[in-house]
């Protein structure tokens, strides 16, 4: 529905919002909890408000470690997974979360024994940042179509982490389940920092190169004529792909983490219009998406992965009929 002249559609004023809405949450909660400066009080007021309805929720540190950690995901997800679902580049996301796979079991044979998944997440950082270079070189330097040298890091990654499983004994100190499946316990204080800043360089380079990776996303042979540095810019998409599938995995898994890049943005992308709106919308998607699937998956006892992308998937339905109507 077209807007009035000079007023704004309803839309539009829903979008802004939404989203203004959830810049003061991230600013006044999320972050502070973050970066452990959040008040006492607010987390015993916290309890006290979920007893009120009948629920135990606000009580334990580790499900605001959760609900925090899946704030930023549900927000750093879609900002990339808009450039990659319109650039077609879906799998780009399930390939780097199992070279994140290959991280963690490296960093389980290094620091299996201190026991310390803040430092598994970094080296699945430095792993993913690694395998999505390459993947990026594969694509530069060979003839192959672009996903023939994605399928090939998609499963040699895994193979080099099933390698490293068995080098290292197995995976003694951790559960592997937890970030095959995910697990909303494993989201202490240290990985809720990471997210936390990995979130804010993520929005940060988005921000600044939005310009150039529009452009390269939707012409990229016309971004070469303009003397963009393609290359470059292609490299940090990835990279930070990268960055968003080891952050997202403690909640998500490996196995379906490619989901938060792909969903909301693909339901925010069938009732918007403009690349802009439907980037805020895909955030709003992911947030409420991940919010909606750890509430129900700690009522009901569920895997918190599943039902987050569950949740993404319905909105993404009701967004087809939406956008069909």
């Known amino acids: 529905m077209s807007p009035p002249p000079g007023g704004r559609s309803t839309t539009d004023v829903v979008l802004a919002a939404g989203t203004a809405t959830l810049a003061v949450a991230v600013l006044a909660v999320f972050v502070p909890?973050?970066?452990?400066?959040?008040?006492?009080?607010?987390?015993?007021?916290?309890?006290?408000?979920?007893?009120?309805?009948?629920?135990?929720?606000?009580?334990?540190?580790?499900?605001?470690?959760?609900?925090?950690?899946?704030?930023?995901?549900?927000?750093?997800?879609?900002?990339?997974?808009?450039?990659?679902?319109?650039?077609?580049?879906?799998?780009?996301?399930?390939?780097l979360a199992h070279t994140a796979f290959a991280g963690v079991a490296l960093g389980t044979v290094l620091f299996g024994v201190s026991g310390w998944d803040a430092q598994l997440l970094l080296v699945a950082v430095a792993v993913a940042v690694v395998g999505a270079l390459g993947v990026q070189a594969l694509v530069d330097r060979t003839a192959s179509h672009g996903d023939v040298p994605i399928a090939i890091v998609l499963t040699g990654s895994f193979a080099i982490g099933t390698l490293l499983i068995d080098l290292g004994g197995g995976f003694a100190f951790v559960d592997i389940n937890s970030y095959l499946f995910g697990n909303i316990s494993i989201t202490d204080d240290r990985s809720v920092t990471l997210m936390a800043l990995l979130t804010a360089a993520?929005?940060?380079?988005?921000?600044?190169?939005?310009?150039?990776?529009?452009?390269?996303?939707?012409?990229e042979e016309a971004a070469r004529v303009a003397r963009l540095n393609v290359p470059v810019y292609n490299g940090l998409l990835v990279v930070l792909t990268a960055v968003v599938v080891v952050g997202a995995m403690q909640i998500l898994g490996v196995i379906l983490v490619a989901a938060m890049l792909v969903v909301p943005a693909a339901a925010a992308s069938l009732v918007l219009d403009g690349f802009r709106s439907a980037l805020y919308g895909s955030v709003l998607v992911g947030v409420a998406s991940v919010l909606s699937g750890i509430g129900l998956s700690w009522s009901y006892g569920l895997r918190p992965g599943a039902t987050i992308v569950v949740v993404a998937i319905a909105i993404y339905l009701l967004a087809v009929v939406v956008g069909e109507g």
Do not use: K, Q
């Not at 993520?202 to 012409?219: E, N």
């Open 202 to 219: 993520v929005v940060g380079c988005v921000a600044v190169a939005y310009r150039p990776l529009l452009f390269i996303t939707f012409d």
């Open 33 to 95: 909890i973050a970066v452990g400066v959040m008040p006492a009080a607010f987390f015993e007021y916290g309890c006290l408000a979920s007893r009120a309805v009948g629920s135990e929720f606000g009580c334990y540190g580790f499900l605001w470690n959760t609900v925090t950690t899946g704030v930023f995901v549900g927000i750093a997800g879609p900002a990339i997974g808009m450039f990659l679902v319109h650039r077609e580049m879906a799998l780009i996301g399930e390939t």
